[in-house]
């Protein structure tokens, strides 16, 4: 059983930053891409950031410049570094990752959600 674990989320004042990890355990054969959501109340989920397994990123548009995704594979674990925060980016942060648990059986897990305030 593959289990994402989050923390780092809180509260924060405006132009200040957090850095969001999260954990995957479990049995893992490899991970693939891994990522961030969010959803902010009465919102859809949205893409902030994604890393692939070679490194590379992408970030949705309102979070560019601000925002830094990065991985460290031998902890299994992704990082989000966020700067320069607005009371826009309040929201329940989710981590996702593609993970396979066998060399064959690949599937998408998520975290529990942390949250993340911006007081202005």
């Known amino acids: 059983q593959v289990q994402l674990v989050e923390s780092g989320g809180g509260l924060v004042q405006a132009g200040g930053s957090l850095r969001l990890s999260c954990a995957a355990s479990?049995?893992?054969?490899?991970?693939?891409?891994m990522g961030w959501f969010r959803q902010a109340p009465g919102k859809q989920r949205e893409l902030v950031a994604v890393?692939?397994?070679?490194?590379?990123?992408n970030y949705g548009g309102s979070v560019k410049g601000r925002f830094t995704i990065s991985r460290d594979d031998d902890k299994n674990t992704v990082y989000l570094q966020m700067n320069s925060l607005k009371p826009e980016d309040t929201a329940v942060y989710f981590c996702?990752?593609?993970?396979?648990?066998?060399?064959?059986?690949?599937?998408?897990?998520w975290g529990q959600g942390t949250q993340v305030t911006v007081s202005s």
């Open positions: 890393i692939t397994s070679g490194g590379i990123t």
């Open positions: 996702n990752a593609a993970i396979k648990d066998t060399r064959y059986n690949l599937r998408a897990y």
């Open positions: 479990g049995t893992i054969f490899s991970i693939n891409n």
